[in-house]
């Protein structure tokens, strides 16, 4: 049999690469190492703190973010700066011309058992559930114009490691005036660490089961869309975001992490949506990004061609399976969340 003359290889080669039609190109980074640590570090043991990806024995990575990390030693979880004019990101009116892309296929409203059963809307502020022996806090933020039979969507958010709480995400970066009228918002409060803070490396298991229990108070006593239920996240809140999609992204409608990757590939289902945000600077986390990235765009089947989307400097891959997203925002500052986010998460989410 002929073989094809070194002109028609150079030009379907050629082709190949233009069209970057290979998904394969990716990383497998789907399996990992098993557990053990207070978290799943970079490969081997030993790692700080939140580093999501292979090997174990980790405790949980993030950037620098301020003087009082900068005294922390080698191997402890940083402080998250809640400050998001720190970061030097763009200013979150650029949009640039990036353009609008079609949103995934409509589904049909699920209303919970609340809706329009007449019970009286829940206090708003500080709630506590218990979860197996555990007493678990988060904050519950419902729309002014909630009144019982309207399905509303759900944003959880959950705060960075250190001194943040569930009231980092109530008071700070403007989320809350951003989103308090489009949808109920809930803030999740971590578990103690034993270095002191908090931080969501603390057990993952536990973790899960707390989020499963959440869902389910809200279910029987918040009148929401079960079908669209969405979370977020800043640097140790991003790991665990992310992580929720992973294990729970037939539940989760999208999730949108800041900071973070994903504390270890197991047990995951489903294909959420998924926008990341990531600063060129945070070299704590860079890996864990770029496993969790690689992750994604192998599991959806994305290709590597991409588009601009808003707000800049989010870009969207192209032909991801079942036309569900997955984008990526690369910003020039460091760890904390950047000005451009908050806007970024509901337009993302609005998609849904």
């Known amino acids: 049999m002929n073989r094809p003359s070194a002109s028609t290889r150079a030009i379907t080669g050629a082709l190949f690469l233009l069209l970057g039609c290979a998904s394969g190109g990716h990383r497998d980074v789907a399996g990992t190492g098993g557990s053990g640590g207070e978290a799943t570090g970079g490969k081997g043991s030993g790692g700080s703190e939140a580093t999501g990806g292979k090997g174990s024995g980790g405790a949980a990575t993030g950037g620098a973010a301020g003087a009082a990390e900068d005294a922390s030693p080698p191997d402890a979880e940083p402080i998250d700066e809640p400050d998001p004019t720190s970061d030097g990101g763009p200013p979150s009116g650029q949009g640039g011309d990036a353009g609008s892309a079609p949103p995934p296929s409509p589904t049909t409203t699920t209303p919970s058992a609340a809706c329009g059963s007449g019970k009286p809307a829940p206090a708003q502020g500080y709630h506590t559930i218990m979860v197996g022996t555990l007493a678990r806090k988060y904050i519950l933020r419902l729309p002014a114009s909630y009144d ?25 970066f403007g989320f809350r005036a951003a989103n308090g009228d489009k949808a109920v918002l809930v803030f999740g409060e971590a578990l103690p660490r034993p270095q002191g803070g908090r931080s969501w490396m603390v057990d993952t ?9 959440v869902i389910a108070w809200l279910k029987d006593n918040v009148c929401i ?40 590939f197991v047990n995951c289902m489903g294909n959420p949506g998924v926008w990341m945000s990531h600063g060129k600077t945070d070299s704590g986390t860079a890996k864990d990004v770029a ?23 989010c870009v969207e891959y192209q ?11 690369e910003h020039p500052g460091g760890h904390p969340w950047p000005d451009y986010a908050t806007k970024g998460v509901w337009t993302f989410f609005s998609r849904f």
């Open 148 to 172: 019982g039979k309207k399905p509303w969507p759900v944003i959880f958010a959950f705060h960075g490691a250190g001194g943040q709480d569930a009231t980092t995400f109530d008071t700070k």
């Open 205 to 213: 298991a536990a973790n899960m089961a707390y989020m499963d229990a």
């Open 225 to 264: 869309d079960s079908s669209r239920l969405f979370a977020t996240g800043q640097s140790s809140g991003g790991y665990f975001s992310q992580t929720l999609g992973c294990q729970r992204g037939h539940v989760m409608r999208a999730v949108a992490p800041s900071s973070g990757g994903i504390r270890d």
């Open 291 to 313: 496993d969790a990235k690689a992750y994604w765009l192998e599991h959806k089947k994305c290709t590597t061609m991409t588009k601009p989307v808003d707000p800049s400097p």
């Open 319 to 329: 032909g991801c399976v079942d036309n569900i997203p997955f984008v990526f925002c």
